[in-house]
C-alpha cells in the first residue's frame, strides 16, 4: 500500500497521467513545485535507467519503447519503424508472438516476413528478435511488472542507487583490500583507521597542506623531514626503530615498507595469508600513530622502545585462531527407499550446451538422456537440466522425487539458501519453483562430481547435439531400448 506522502506527491504532480506513461515522458518538470520535487525529478534520471518490465502478458510494455529485465540496446527501435508498426496497430510484444509455435526452448515471434517488413527495417527487427531470444523469457498469465531491474528485490534503494552510478561511472571496483579490512577482528576504530590510512585521508601534514590548512610541517617523531602517510609509516627513522624492536620482543623476521604504503600492505598479505600476523602492521600503524599525536599535541616524545611493547602486548593479547579442518568429500550418496531419485548436470564447453538426466524409477528401471541446449553458460546449463528434469518426472506421474547435482550454485537457489542475481537465470528459476510446487515429497542434495559421474557424461553427449534434440537409453531388467524422440510434448 502506498503511504500518505506517496498518494499526495502522485496526485499533485503525476496525476491524472498514468504513471507508466509519465515515466516514459521526457519532460517531467512543472512550475511552482516544492524544492523537495524538484530534487526528486532531478534525481529520477538514474533510477529511470535502472528501471525495466518483468514481462507477464506483456500488455503494459511498449515495443520499441520500453527495456525488459536482461535486455540490451537492441530493445530500442528506429522512429520510422516504430511507425510502421503503429500503422499496423502493433504497439505491446504480445501483439507480435507467434501463436502456436512457441516451445519449452523459448517464445516464437512474428519475422520480419510475417509482419510484412521491406528490407530497410529487417535486419534492425531480427536483432530485435535475437535479443527477445537470448533474454530467455516467455509470456505468461500474469501481469507485467515494472521494477528495479539493478537490484535482486526488484525495489529500488539508495545502496542500489549508488552501486548503480559507481558501475557506470567506472567505479565500481573497489580496491583490493576495501573488503578484507573490515573482516580483521579488530576494533572498529583500528579499522576505520586503516581504511583512511590507505585512502590517504589521515591528517599529515601533505594532506593538510593541499586542503590549505595548517598543520605540523616536519615529522613529530624524527623531527628532520616533511611528514606524509608515506613518511610517517614506511621511512620514519623512528618509525623504523619501533618496527625493529617490535619484531625482536615478538622473535619474527619480517621487513616492512621500502615502497608505497598500499603496495608494502599488499605484500605483507601476501607473505602472510591468514593467522595473526596479518594484524601486525595495523597495530604497529596504531602504535605510531599514538606516539605521532602525543609528541604533536601533548609535547611527550614516547621511545620507540615503549611503542613497541605496547604494540607487543597488543599483539600477543590477540586469541590464536584455530586450524581449518579441511572438509572431506562425501563418497556416498542417501536415498530413501520407496521414492524415486535422479541425477542432473549441465555443461557449457566453447559456447555450446548439453544436460544429462539420469532417472531411477527402481534398482531394475532406469532412464538416462542426453540434451543439447544450444548456447550459454553453466549455470544457464545447470538450471535448464533440472526444468527439463522436473517437466520429465511430471509427465510420467512421478510427484515424490529425491535429487541430486554437483552444481551448489542451483541447489542453493531452488533450497533458497541463496539468491540468483543474473536477470536472466531467474526466469528459468521462477520456472522450476513453480514445477517443484506440483511434487507431494521433493528433496534436492548437493553431491560432489565424483558421484555424478553417469549425469556428467550425458551432459557432455549433449555438447554434440542440436537444441532442443534427445537421446534417451531406457533400462529394464537388463534391456535397453534407446530413443530420439523429446519425452513429453515440448509446445507451449
Known sequence: MENL????????????????????????????????????????????QGLAWKIGDDRHLKIGRDPWVACNEAFALSAGLLRHLASKGIFTLNQVEKIGHSTIWGQAWKSAEDLGL?????????????????SKFKLKNEPDLLIWAQGDSGEYSPKDGYNFLMQKKGWGNPEWW??????????AKAKIFLWCMLKRKIPTWDILRARYLAGPGRCSLCKFEEESINHLFI???????????????????????????????SR?????PEGNLR???LIFFWGVWIARNKSLFQDKNTPASVTAIN????????????????????????????????????????????AGLCIHLNQDHSLKSS???????????????????????????????????????????????AVCQNQILKIILEEIMFLKSSFNNFIICHVYRDRNEEADRFSKAGLQQDLGSWSIIETRQGQSLTSLQPPFDQTQ
Open 5 to 48: 506522502w506517496t498518494r499526495v506527491v502522485r496526485r499533485k504532480y503525476i496525476d491524472p497521467i498514468p504513471l507508466e506513461d509519465w515515466i516514459r515522458s521526457q519532460e517531467k518538470r512543472k512550475k511552482n513545485v516544492s524544492v523537495i520535487w524538484k530534487a526528486t525529478v532531478e534525481a529520477f534520471s538514474v533510477i529511470e
Open 118 to 134: 521491406n528490407i530497410r527495417w529487417k535486419n534492425e527487427w531480427c536483432s530485435f528478435i535475437q535479443e527477445l531470444h537470448r
Open 178 to 187: 576495501s573488503k578484507h579490512i573490515w573482516k580483521l577482528k579488530r576494533p
Open 235 to 265: 621511512s620514519c627513522a623512528e618509525s623504523k626503530k619501533i618496527w625493529g624492536e617490535l619484531t625482536r620482543l615478538l622473535n619474527i623476521k619480517a621487513q616492512w615498507g621500502n615502497e608505497p604504503l598500499e603496495e608494502a600492505w
Open 268 to 272: 605483507w598479505w601476501q607473505n602472510f
Open 279 to 281: 594484524l601486525l602492521p
Open 311 to 354: 604494540c607487543a602486548t597488543i599483539f600477543s593479547a590477540i586469541p590464536v585462531p584455530e586450524p581449518k579442518i579441511p572438509k572431506i568429500p562425501s563418497k556416498s550418496v542417501t536415498i530413501q527407499e520407496g521414492i524415486p531419485w535422479a541425477f542432473f548436470d549441465g555443461v557449457s564447453q566453447n559456447k555450446k550446451v548439453g
Open 371 to 417: 540434451v543439447g541446449l544450444g548456447s550459454g553458460s553453466n549455470n544457464f546449463a545447470e538450471l535448464t537440466a533440472l526444468r527439463l528434469l522436473l517437466c520429465w518426472l511430471l509427465h510420467r506421474n512421478i510427484f515424490s522425487i529425491q535429487i541430486f547435482g554437483d552444481s551448489l550454485n542451483v541447489i542453493n537457489w531452488v533450497n533458497g539458501s
